[in-house]
Structure formats: structure tokens, C-alpha cells
């Protein structure tokens, strides 16, 4: 009895093993979903972000056919600039993100092979961007600047260079100190190499996880920055300005504000689902 | 026989630094206080002490991982790059080196016939595959075992490993820093004859690093006695560990057990010497159980002792007082 038991109990348990998390099968799907409408954004809005519907002004959800989310106060269907607005925030989250971690990983790579003074200058920097508000530091640009969607991605992608900056030179001084990039190092290799096919790799899910945590918090920023009236401007559209100017009618139209509110809390949620599954996928020590 | 040694170093001292406190005066270590040694090609020195005495420091002296603060290195004649220049990256290709931790000193995210590839990528050798796979095979691996990462493999099989990669550049010198300590005992005798088996047949001299006396003697052609960053005997394997002469390397070769035979063990008094404190005169008189007033005077220096030209730094071995009765 337990001689035919045993085989099948191991088989169930190798592939329970092996069957992916659901939580993260909903955050792979949502993300998805959330990257083909910004890739699709064009062909799948039903009407353009601007287009006004002067007869179905605040119009509820399922009041008309035509405008299965609703409108806001000007006619403008909630769909279209739904789908708009994601396409927007998840250009400028991404781009920061990844903006954001180049900037921080050079610059703590930089900091760890140098030492002595080229350390001091990037933690000077470091412990400077980490003292600074960053809204006020946000403010400041936009003011002198103006406001263009290419300074704002740049912008944003200053936000949390210093947290990788930070990692990296403390993961790579403590990676210098273990055996194997000594013992790469003293095969002759460059430390392009070094760095590019050892230390890299090594820390990258360290780095991977923060940038995980990084992305939600650019979203959420570039959501209050729009709200403040300083990020995304009107007529462009993002999932924070959409909040921003959508609580003006949150008791009489509330759908305005709750459809974007609804699609960051999910998206920022999936990224760190998904960032946790991944730190432990990209150790291939971990099984 | 070529009259330059493959490697001379001559005078190597290496100084640290260390800060007692958060406002304590900085105290000199001298981990490495005028060590001199030469190797010929295709030879084995073996070098042994205890923890702490410089035997890997000097190691690292040797291959120009770091800069001595006085004394040099000359490899075939020539002075040591300094570290991290072209030069001297290209003189890795003949000189490399095997780890105490097999799995410390492997990337855990390639696999073992990547890495083992890596230096012939880094001094563009070519015909790869092929010389990865009689790699694997002179150290007693499987080629099919290239894909296995570093964590799939035993320890044993990881040094292998270890040893290919030092290997594949058909370096003139290897030096092997403890490689046997973080191995089990039937893995140690494998490792060990693979060395010797390997250097019988690419005639790479050897620098032995080890604090497991057995070892080096099945392994060296000669042995050097280190105590706190200086040698204290050097001779040929036979002569040292069976007739040592100098008091730390009598108590050193008393203390490898012997099954079967009684044997009085000498017992060292106090504590290893903390370096950063260099007793007076014979750095090791404090613990020496035949110690004289001479030796915590004047500093013994390390030369042919008159009888049987063994290379000796004692007041005491060199005849020139006699022994104090142990008490």
C-alpha cells in the first residue's frame, strides 16, 4: 500500500515544486496586460485622450454604451485616457527606473574600484541627494527649466540613484574582498571583465530587488508630482494627474479618480511580487 | 641548469598597518620581516608555520598580488610588475595560483568549463574547447562535467577544478596556498598526487604553501620553516622533518602523530607572539625551551650551520652557545 503511495506523493511534490507561485502568475499577467495597452494604446483607446463628449458630461460608468468607464467633466471617455495614462506612467517608471540604476551602479561601481578619493566624491554626492528633499529638489528644476517629458523622466530617474549607488559599492568592495574575483583578478583579467562577467552578475539580484522597489515608488511619485500640478501636463495625460485632477469630483463622479487609482496600486503591487520571485529564480544556487 | 632561478625574492618585507581603538596610535604588523627563497624550475619549495606566521603573505609577495615595502621579486631574471599594470596582467599567463576554498574562490553563476575557459580567453589562446576538455582530463574530471556549476560538484572535484583553470595557461609556477586544508583526507592524498604527478609532467615549480607538515613532505623538494614572517631552517624535506634543527621546527615535527611509537612531544609554552609585538632579539626565545641570554639579545640570522650546511636561524643549532638544560 504505502509501496504505491510513496512514488506518487514524490511525483505531486517535484512538480508542486516546479508549478509557478499564483500570486506571481497574476502579477506576470497583469504586467502584461498593462504593456500590451501601452503598446496598444493607439489602436485599442476607443476614442483620442482630448475628445470631448459634450452631451455625456460625468457621465457614471454603464450609462451609456458608448463610454463603459464613464466621462469626466468635460465629456473625455475615462477608457481612453485610462489607457493613455498607463502607456504615460509606465514610459516615465520605467525609463527613471532604469535611468535611475545606471546612474547609481556606475557610479558605486566606480567609487568601490577607485577608492581613496573618487569614493569620497560619490558618497558626498550620495549623502547629498539622500539629505535633499527630493520635492524640493523636483520643484527647483521644473521651475527653471520648464516642464518637458524628457526632463521629467531624467528627473525621476535621479530619485533613487543614490540607494544604488550605496548597494553597488558595498556589494562590490565586499565582492573584491571574496575569492573569486581575487582569483579572476590575479588570471591577468581587465576589470572590465572582472566587474562585467563576475561582479556584475554576482550582485545584479540585489540590485534587481531594488529596482523592483524603485519602480512603484517612481509611479507613486510621478502620481503625486501630477497631482501637484507638476509633473505630466494637461492635455497629456498619466495615471497621477488623472487622481490629481479627478478628486475635484470625487464625491459627485468618483469613477474619475478610482480606475487610475485602481490600476497603480495593482501595477505597483505586481512589480513587487514579481521582483521577489525574481531574486529568488536569478540564483542559481537557489532551486 | 640555467644560472637565474625561475623565481628569487630577496629581502621581501611586508608591513600593515592596524589601528588599535578609535584613537589608538596605528601599530606596524610586520606580516612579512626578510624572507628570501628561490625555486627553479619544476621544483617544489614547501613552506610551513603556524597561522599567522606569513606563509601567505609571502605567497601573495611572490606572485606580485601585492607590493613588498622593501625587498623584490625576480621572475626569470626580471622584476615584478607592479599589480594591475599590462605587464604584469600579462604575466599571469605564467604564474597562477590555487585557494584554500575551492568553492570561495569560483564564480558559484558560471560553469566550471567556463571558468576554466577564462584564461585562455584573457591571453587569447587558442582552440578552446578542446583544451578544456584535456584540461578537465589531466585533473581527473569528466569533460561532460564542463556544464556543472561550482555548487554541483564535490570538493575534491572543485579543487580539480581549481587546479585546471591555474593550469591552462601551462603557467612556470604555480603556488598552491593551503590548497589540501579544506579537503577531506582521502581528497587530500588525490590532490596532492595529482600536484605531483602534474609537475612531473608539465615541470611547473611549486610553491607549497601549507601548515600540514605530511603534506609538504610528500610533496617538496625543499622546505622552508617559517615563524613570525621570517624563515627560520630551510633543507632538504628529509633532513628538516626528521632531524629538524631549529627549536620551533622540532616542537613543529614532534607534534605529527605517529602511530605506534612513543614519542616525547614537545609541548610549546605560551601563546603564538603577537606580531605587531616582535619579542627582542630571536623572535621565538620567549616560547623556546632552550633559550639563552644570547638569544634575547641578538637576532639570529639564517645561514649554513658549520657541521652539515643546513640553513639555520639559531644561536643555539649554530653551536655558538650552548643549549640551556630544558627545564
Known sequence: ?287 | MSAVPLLEATGLTRRYAMRRGLFGRPVEVRAVDGVSLALERGRTLGLVGESGCGKSTTGRLVLGLERPDAGGVAFEGRPMPAPGTPAWRALRARMQMVFQDPLGALDRRMTIGAQIAEPLEIHSIGGRPERVAQLLRDVGLRPDQAGRYPHELSGGQRQRAVLARALATEPALLVCDEPISALDVSIQAQVMNLLVELQARLGTAILFVSHDLRAVRQVSHRVAVMYLGRIVEEGEPDAVLHDPAHPYAQALVSAIPHPGRRQRRILLQGDPPNPADRPSGCAFHPRCPVATTLCAREDPVLKPRPGDGRHVACHVAQGEVPARRAA
Open chain 1, 1 to 287: 500500500m504505502s509501496g504505491i503511495a510513496l512514488p506518487l506523493r514524490v511525483a505531486g511534490e517535484g512538480r508542486r515544486r516546479r508549478r509557478w507561485p499564483v500570486l506571481v502568475l497574476c502579477a506576470i499577467a497583469w504586467l502584461g496586460l498593462m504593456l500590451g495597452v501601452a503598446l496598444l494604446a493607439d489602436v485599442i483607446a476607443p476614442y483620442a485622450y482630448t475628445a470631448l463628449d459634450l452631451r455625456n458630461r460625468l457621465a457614471s460608468p454603464g450609462a451609456t454604451v458608448l463610454h463603459p468607464l464613464g466621462t469626466d467633466e468635460l465629456g473625455r471617455d475615462v477608457l481612453s485616457r485610462l489607457i493613455f495614462s498607463i502607456r504615460m506612467s509606465l514610459l516615465i517608471a520605467f525609463g527613471a527606473t532604469v535611468i535611475g540604476a545606471l546612474i547609481g551602479t556606475s557610479l558605486g561601481v566606480l567609487a568601490a574600484h577607485f577608492r581613496g578619493f573618487v569614493e569620497q566624491v560619490v558618497l558626498a554626492l550620495v549623502d547629498f541627494s539622500a539629505s535633499l528633499p527630493f520635492l524640493i529638489l523636483a520643484l527647483a528644476v521644473l521651475a527653471f527649466f520648464g516642464n518637458s517629458l524628457t526632463l521629467f523622466v531624467c528627473l525621476l530617474g535621479l530619485h533613487a540613484w543614490e540607494r544604488y549607488a550605496r548597494i553597488a559599492r558595498g556589494l562590490v568592495i565586499s565582492a573584491g574582498a571574496q575569492g573569486y574575483a581575487a582569483a579572476v583578478r590575479q588570471l591577468g583579467a581587465s576589470p572590465w571583465r572582472v566587474y562585467g562577467r563576475h561582479v556584475l552578475p554576482n550582485i545584479a539580484s540585489t540590485l534587481i530587488v531594488s529596482m523592483t522597489l524603485a519602480f512603484p515608488e517612481i509611479i507613486l511619485l510621478e502620481s503625486g508630482l501630477s497631482f501637484l500640478g507638476l509633473g505630466v501636463q494637461p492635455p497629456e495625460t498619466s495615471l497621477g494627474s488623472m487622481v490629481g485632477y479627478g478628486r475635484e469630483y470625487l464625491t459627485r463622479a468618483p469613477w474619475i479618480l478610482l480606475s487610475p487609482a485602481a490600476v497603480i496600486v495593482l501595477t505597483t503591487f505586481s512589480v513587487s511580487v514579481l521582483g521577489d520571485w525574481l531574486r529568488d529564480r536569478l540564483d542559481p544556487t537557489l532551486t
